[in-house]
């Protein structure tokens, strides 16, 4: 039977799930791996693969018969048959990181373009520095610190180089845009391009015409005089 028909949701009477941690005590040590008692009505076995991340040459190199053991399910079979690994599964495998999913992690370490932050996949993501803040970051540790516990969106998953690509800006607030203050505008209208012509014919028509009000002036004298030797005249006849 094929692994993926092996795995799957497992019998009721179990209760467990992949991934599921649990407890119990190695009953046998064979060749092959261990078997472990862990309360359920078969034991289940570890494969010598599933004892640790480095190769393994004999099972009595980590476990013995009577050890107590701290596991996650593996697998498990249509027939009840539960497998177990002692390496720690990852909290996301490959095909579970979704673009645009929000994950938490934790920055593990800082670079000049970046900061790489650990979320439980195979490989660490990165946060371009250009995706830390809406506003300009020199440097990556002017955002984040080595060790800091952030939220952070999926931008991308390449599946085929193992890379995936976070983002701390897309889940932050835009800020808002800046409003200049404006100084109160003058109500006054702006004299059109034929105005300005026209007050200029005007004022160029007045300098070339000789004042009126001397001539006025001269002549309001001279009829004093006419009028002051006429009634001059009459008072000495």
Known sequence: MSEANTEGAAP??????????????????????????????????????????EPVRKVEEVL?????????????????????????PLLLEWREIKKDSVL???????EKFGAFVEVGAERPGLVHISEMSHDYVRSADEAVKVGDEIEVKVLDVDRRKKQIKLSIKALLAEPEPEVEEVE???????????????RKAQEAQSASQPSKAPKAKAASSEMDDILERTLGSRENS
Do not use: F
């Open 184 to 198: 109160e505008a003058d109500n006054t209208p702006i004299p059109t391009a034929m105005e300005i012509a026209w």
């Open 104 to 110: 938490k992690g934790t920055v593990t370490k800082l």
């Open 64 to 88: 013995k018969e009577g050890d107590e053991v701290q596991a996650w399910v593996r697998r498990i079979g249509n027939d009840g048959h539960i497998e177990l690994t002692l390496i720690q």
């Open 12 to 53: 009721q009477e179990s209760g467990l799930k992949k991934k599921d941690p649990v407890k119990g005590k190695v009953i046998k040590a064979t060749l092959a791996g261990a078997v472990v008692d862990i309360g359920q009505a078969k034991p289940a076995v570890i494969p010598i693969s599933q004892l640790r991340k």
